[in-house]
């Protein structure tokens, strides 16, 4: 086991009424690259917050390199970037002494932080534009400096609240390029918090999905992809020459089938177990021939879907 | 923190708002100066005294006010502008959170800016009582002596402190409010209300307390001065003008300020020879601590409400 670098026992924050974050327990290791998935208002940003030290816990505790992120919020912001949902640049000041200061108040030497600055700036693809003010920048460029912010402090932990939000399909892949070179090349560990699936199955070697605050699934997506077959939810899709009232009834007897969904002449079948040989049996004793079996993959959508329609 | 503090410096002095200021207050000086000088020379003649140079600050014309009465109604002014904005704005920019979770005491951002603040204040203060007095000999042709350096030295840093406070208001506003609209509207309703309707509601109290009319005794009178005057120091406008009164005033040797009826009740009152920077020192003093208790509270409040707030980037 590798070692633990983000680490939150039973952390909660209420709101009021509303619990934004409930019981969560989460273990992220080193160098690995975990996506935190969610709807809106599911408390990604909320927990997000608690790790940084930027809000208390109402109870729990979350803990950097095992630095209590309450009582020693400095020490985990030396080593932590973080780039927010909005992330926000001194509009006057050009991309490059944004960055500067920045260093400034991690204390860095100045040589240090210029070579830095070029490497951070160089590694987002915004060196053309290193000494023009932020203030003309577009959302995406401002959303990659932020990446470069992130990346100049050379983090040990970094946390992206939503990385590639207004970012265009070609900057998106750039930036997961970024990002995952920051965990294989620096050992980087990364938490990146995002709605956008298709993104994080790319990158991500685990993720943990938050629905109203609770951690509803956790695991890489191998792992999330079997937990379903448990739960009942594995599906068999059939195409078959014929369909007849005599072949529903047969499919229906398996044991174990749950539920059958009807378009023409295909059949998604779902069961709590592997059916397909039974499935394939009882097509040919019906009369009719199958054209087409195979068993549905779940993608981390579906996987998402259903966590998210569950309540 | 002292990166904090020289950014915001260096803000501070490309900003338009500086600019503004310095301009502004150029004129303004310039004018008052001239009908200070004006004034002077024709009082020197009909009154010689030694304390001559320092009427350049307290003297007023016919249509122009004193330079004393310029720097109490912009002090508050500019110490608002310069704090005002110091921490919602980083809000709403959204650089709030950057700042905020690199490793540096949420305290030494508040401290950074208003020191950054107050040092560009202090510059800018310096500069207009130095060029003040500088137009003020050239205009008079008298040389301030070493008493009256003394004075307007500390009459320099009175100020300093008093902008210091509206600054401390400012920020503190700034840290309370999220929008700079309010932000810049409270200290300022703030500070009108305590430059305004403060002397009323003293002269009210007072009227309680009490109450006199035409046919009252000069002891009645006297009292009902001394319980107006001392409501009205709760207002830092108040103490302010007081203290810097007597500062830049050798002649004056009591706090309160000299009426018909205090002068028949001690008579004392109507001798007007000057007295020493420490006795003038020892009427301000208690002034001057109050001043800065006062900013002292509007810190101790930014600090109560930043440090344990969340901080969220929307
Ligand atoms: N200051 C606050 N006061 C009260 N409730 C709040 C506050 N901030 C957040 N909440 C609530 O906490 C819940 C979690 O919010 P959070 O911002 O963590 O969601 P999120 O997962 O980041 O959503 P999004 O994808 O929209 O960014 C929401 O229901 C929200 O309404
Ligand atoms: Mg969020």
Known sequence: MTVTVVETAELTKVYGETIAVDKLNLKIGEGEVFGFLGPNGAGKTTTILMLLGLTEPTYGEARISGYNTTFEPLNVKRITGYLPENVGFYNDLTARENLRYITRLNSMRRQEATGKIDEALKSVGLMEVADKEVGKFSKGMKQRLGIADVLVKDPKLVILDEPTTGIDPAGVSHV???????????????????????????????????????????????????????KGQNAVEVQVTELTDGLMNLLRSIVGVTGIDVTGNSLSIFSDRDVKKEVSKAIVESGSLPIQIKTRDYALEEIYMKYFSED | M????????????????????????????????????????????????????????????????????????????????????????????????????????RDSVINGKFLAGFVTIAILMAAIVLGTSVLGIAAIGIRPSSAEVLRIFIFY??????????????????????????????PFSIWIFFLVFMSMIAGLIADWQEPI?????????????????????????????????????????????????????????????????RQSLKLTGPHLIVLMALTAICFAASYIRFIKEEIRST
């Open chain 2, 157 to 186: 840093i009175l100020t300093l402190l008093y902008v210091g406070f509206w600054l401390g208001v400012g920020v503190l506003c700034s840290v309370l409010f999220k929008k700079t609209v309010t932000s810049a509207l409270v």
């Open chain 1, 176 to 230: 997961l390029d970024v990002i995952i070179g920051m965990a294989r090349n620096h050992g980087i560990t990364v938490l990146l918090s995002s709605h956008l699936l298709n993104q994080v199955q790319k990158i991500c070697d685990r993720v943990g999905i938050i629905a109203k605050g609770k951690l509803v699934a956790e695991g890489s997506i191998e792992k999330l992809n079997t937990e379903l077959f448990t």
């Open chain 2, 2 to 105: 002292t990166a904090v503090f020289w950014k915001e410096l260096r803000d501070h002095f490309s900003s338009y708002r500086f600019i503004i200021l310095v301009f502004m207050i150029v004129i303004i000086c310039g004018a008052a100066v001239y009908t200070a000088a004006e004034n002077v020379r024709g009082d020197v003649r009909l009154n010689p005294t030694d304390f001559i140079f320092i009427r350049v600050f307290t003297t007023s014309g016919d249509t122009l006010p004193s330079f004393l009465a310029f720097i109490s109604f912009f002090g508050p002014i500019i110490g608002i502008i310069f704090g005002f904005d110091a921490i919602n704005s980083e809000r709403t920019g959204g650089t709030l959170s950057r700042i905020l979770s690199q490793p540096l005491f």
């Open chain 2, 213 to 277: 009319d035409r046919y009252s005794q000069p002891e009645e009178e006297v009292n009902h001065q001394d319980i107006q005057d001392k409501i009205a120091l709760v207002s830092p406008v108040v103490l302010y003008s007081e203290a810097s009164d007597i500062v830049l005033s050798p002649e004056r040797r009591t706090l309160h300020g000299i009426t018909q009826a205090r002068m028949e009740v001690n008579p004392e009152l109507t001798d007007f020879t000057p007295v020493s920077v």
